[in-house]
């Protein structure tokens, strides 16, 4: 199984870019790396998705390195509003409830 | 809105009480999952459903039963729950397992 592993906690300030980094050492060549950010009481908002090397939404970008056993979300100029937990995500695009795998999540917080 | 939608947002219940959790999806998607969260817990993934037929059931206790009618809607039927079954519930919906996931609010639910 391709177990995530990420930090349980970051902090940073307004305007600042925001890395956080996620180990999936086990990914699959078939596996895709998906990031989700979730807010108190509410469900998990895609973020990005990638395969590898570089991909860039309106939101953020993605960072995956030739092995494929690491990513990076990187967030540009994060606001007080991006303060949520991110949660890393490696599928493989099969109905196998044992391949979805939403591991503990980094906790993020913005300060002003 | 994510064009997902879950009722009831709250349901506070017995260990004896019969309940259900509905979901509705309004996307035109053909996968729907039901996931759990404990707290400060991961996601758990409980049932996944591609084109109405359940394809996964993840090691989830009996007293817990899905129910997929059709591909907008989705049920999670209860029945003599556990106090440490108090959790958010979330269904989420995607074109194809696999797919970005849309997440509905949850269900807040409390046994007693």
């Known amino acids: 199984l391709a177990k995530t592993t990420q930090p349980i906690s970051m902090d940073s300030y307004e305007g600042q870019e925001v890395n956080i980094t996620c180990s999936h050492n086990n990914i699959a060549t078939n596996d895709y790396i998906t990031w989700y950010q979730q807010f108190p009481s509410q469900g998990p908002r895609f973020i990005i998705q990638g395969y590898k090397t570089k991909v860039t939404n309106e939101v953020a970008s993605l960072f995956i390195p030739a092995d494929r056993k690491s990513s990076t979300l990187s967030l540009p100029r994060v606001s007080l509003s991006d303060t949520a937990v991110y949660y890393c995500?490696?599928?493989?695009?099969?109905?196998?409830?044992?391949?979805?795998?939403f591991g503990s999540g980094t906790r993020l917080s913005i300060r002003p | 809105e994510t064009g997902v939608t879950q009722t009831p947002r709250h349901l506070v219940m017995g260990m004896t009480n019969k309940k259900s959790l509905k979901c509705e999806q309004h996307l035109g998607h053909n996968a729907m999952y039901w996931y759990k969260q404990s707290a400060k817990k991961p996601l758990e993934l409980m049932f996944v459903y591609s084109l109405e037929e359940r394809v996964e059931n993840n090691s989830v206790p009996s007293r817990f039963s899905p129910e997929c009618p059709n591909s907008s809607h989705l049920f999670l039927h209860l029945h003599t729950l556990q106090p440490e079954d108090s959790a958010l519930y979330l269904c989420?919906?995607?074109?194809?397992?696999?797919?970005?996931?849309?997440f509905g609010p949850g269900t807040r639910l409390t046994v007693l």
């Open positions: 995500l490696v599928d493989s695009g099969y109905s196998s409830a044992s391949k979805i795998i």
């Open positions: 989420a919906s995607s074109q194809d397992s696999g797919n970005e996931q849309f």
